[in-house]
C-alpha cells in the first residue's frame, strides 16, 4: 500500500509516464488489485499501444479478471513484438485451460529464451 501511494505521488507530478503506469500496474497485482492494474494499463496503452511490456500485463491482468480471450491477444500481442514473459505467459494461460500442447510449446519458447539470456527467471528482461 505503501508503494502505491509512492507512485501515485509520482503518477500526480508525470501521469503519462508509462514506466510508472506499470509499475503501478505490478504493485496493484502483487495486492490483488487487478481492476486498479487494468486501470493503469489502460491508459499506458492509450499512450502506447504498441508497447510490448504493457501488452504483455494487460494479458495477464484480462486472463486474471476472466477475460481469457481478451488476455490471449494482448498476450500474442506482446509475443510477436518480442516481449520475453510473454511466451511463458501464453503457456500458463493454455495449461489453464487444459491445451497441453500448445502450453508445452510455448513453454519450450521460453526455456530457449531463458538460455539465451533474454529472459530473467523473474519473468522480466
Known sequence: QQRLLEIRKQLAKK???IPRLEEMAKVSMSVGDYHLALLALQKAEELDPR?????NL????RWQLGEPQEGYENLMNAYKRREPAAAANLAALFGEYGYGKESRAFLGRAVNRLREGTLSAGGES
Do not use: E, W, Y
Not at 51 to 55: D, I, N, S, V
Open 58 to 61: 494487460l494479458g495477464v491482468v
Open 15 to 17: 501521469p503519462n509516464s
Open 51 to 55: 508497447r510490448a511490456q504493457t501488452q
